[in-house]
């Protein structure tokens, strides 16, 4: 009797998805694989599309007064940067208030904060809080206390007064600065040049010195660029002087003229030609 064998049964092969399926399905990892990069070009065009917008409208030859709609492509603001009246007298006050200041403040930041990383004193937990107070403090509260301040004592409102207010407030930021450098130097360094007879003046312009100077240098750039573009601190406390921020905010209500375009690009080419050769620097003495 032939033995009635069952046939073995197969587990059907699951159904593959459809074409347009698997197509959504790579998109949406290379979405997510790409979302990071996707944001960050995002920001970088958020932040430098009104950069662009500066540097082509200071090739525009404007019809009337204000350099808001292009009209035609013009070289004859870059060829005449001063001839608007007072532009470059405000620009030369910006520039001259900035790099006083920037010094005042590099010279005391830099010191202040020597003291607060490498010496014990009475207030210094008290000190490195106070250290915060002018950078957290809104600039409308800072340029009406130094307003109270100089009426109150008769120093009379002008240059000088702009270049206290900016020291103190630029201060604050050199000394953080500098202070996370001097945090990060490792001390046996020093001591290695002072165990080969090296003085304290010597350990610290050879060995010290050149090792917080990329500190030194970022909070100088930092104090400038605080300085130059500051406008509600000196509003306050500038009298009858203009400096550019001022006269910009000024010029805006009448006239708005291409040349504050391009000296606002010539800034920009400055700051990133100072920046490209610091990298080329620092790379260079990195190869050695």
């Known amino acids: 009797m032939a033995l009635l ?6 587990t059907p092969a699951p159904p593959r998805p459809a074409a ?26 958020y932040l430098f ?16 007064s204000f350099n808001y709609t292009w009209n035609r492509f013009s070289l004859d603001a870059w060829a005449n940067p001063c001839s608007v009246e007072g532009l470059c007298a405000s620009l030369g006050l910006s520039i001259k208030i ?8 590099v ?15 009475r207030g210094k937990a008290l000190a490195n809080v106070l250290i915060f107070v002018p950078m957290a403090t809104p600039e409308v509260v800072a340029g009406s206390s130094l307003l109270v301040l100089f009426v109150g004592t008769g120093f009379p409102l002008g240059q000088t ?31 290695a040049a002072q165990d080969l007879y090296a003085n304290r003046w010597q350990t610290f312009w050879r060995i010290t010195f050149p090792l917080i100077l990329p500190g030194v240098v970022a909070a100088a750039l930092l104090s400038f660029s605080l300085s130059f573009d500051d406008f509600i601190i ?4 500038s009298g009858s002087e203009v400096t550019f921020p001022m006269y910009v905010w000024g010029a805006a209500k009448k006239a708005l003229p291409p040349q504050i375009n391009v000296i606002g690009t010539a800034m920009l080419l400055i700051a ?17």
């Open 49 to 64: 599309i009104p950069i662009a917008v500066v540097v082509v409208f200071s090739f525009n030859a404007p019809e009337g």
């Open 107 to 121: 010279v005391l930041g830099t010191l202040a904060a020597f003291a607060l990383v490498r010496h014990e004193f």
């Open 20 to 45: 347009p399926a698997r197509r959504r399905g790579r998109t949406g990892r290379w979405v997510r694989d790409h979302l990071v990069t996707f944001f960050g070009i995002a920001a970088l065009v």
């Open 272 to 288: 990133l030609a100072v920046t490209i050769a610091g990298r080329v620097v620092g790379d260079r003495r990195a190869a050695r």
């Open 161 to 191: 007064t702009i270049f206290i207010a900016h020291t103190v407030f630029c201060m604050s930021f050199v000394v953080v600065t500098v202070k996370a450098r001097l945090v990060g130097l490792d001390p046996r360094l020093e001591q």
């Open 5 to 10: 064998t069952r046939p073995a049964t197969e």
């Open 234 to 237: 000196t509003n306050f406390n």
């Open 98 to 105: 900035a790099l006083l200041s920037t010094v005042a403040a």
